[in-house]
């Protein structure tokens, strides 16, 4: 038994298979980085803590860890293309090499906005990691130096991505396919 209903959400990536694909994304980020200087990954929360607490266990370099929030969708499934700043970085990143975790780009509007926002903060360099790449959706150019999966056009939960503010907390990637996955739970 679950809290949610199984038959309702397509699995699209298992657990076993973002792990996998953590531990290369790790792997290529070490390569990348090595001998370059102070590196600080800047998760965007909510959706990318799964992801960047899994990846930061496949990086073998002395990294820094901070978070910022941004808000977008709010509980719908169409960006709106306003973003909100809902908790700001702990420490500055001037002179840093920043490497921002996200979970998912979608139409590119967040990560465009953040990105001219910690470029006026003077960092060595900013890359983007994302867990999640949706090309279809796209509206704005992005730079996007590591993504985990390339996926269709279609609304995904789970692994830190919600459903109505649930769901955050499946351990794979899936697509809700009915109706009320969870009893009473609507977008
Ligand atoms: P963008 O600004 O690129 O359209 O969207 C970025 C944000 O929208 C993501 O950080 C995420 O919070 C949300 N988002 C985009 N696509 C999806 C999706 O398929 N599922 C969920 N749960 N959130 C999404």
Do not use: W
């Not at 699995?11 to 090595?34: H, M, N, P």
């Amino acid at each position: 038994m679950s809290f949610y209903d199984p038959t309702k959400i397509e699995v699209l990536y298992d657990a076993a298979s973002i792990e996998a694909r953590c531990r290369q994304l790790g792997a290529q980020i070490t390569a990348d980085y090595q001998g370059r200087g102070e590196l600080a990954l800047v998760g965007v929360l909510r959706g990318s803590f799964p992801f960047i607490a899994d990846l930061v266990r496949h990086i073998d370099l002395p990294i820094e860890i901070d978070f910022l929030g941004l808000s977008s969708y709010g509980e719908r499934t169409e960006s709106s293309g306003i973003v909100r700043m809902t908790q700001d970085l702990s420490e500055p990143v001037r002179g840093k090499h920043v490497l921002v975790v996200e979970d998912i780009v979608d139409t590119g509007l967040t990560m465009k906005y953040l990105l001219a926002n910690l470029q006026t903060r003077e960092p060595a360099s900013v890359r983007v990691a994302t867990l999640l790449h949706k090309p279809e959706g796209q509206r704005v150019e992005v730079p996007i130096d590591y993504i985990g999966f390339t996926i269709p056009n279609r609304f995904v939960v789970g692994y830190g991505l919600d459903f109505a503010g649930k769901l955050r907390n499946l351990p794979f990637i899936g697509v809700v396919v009915g109706d009320e996955p969870v009893p009473g739970l609507r977008l």
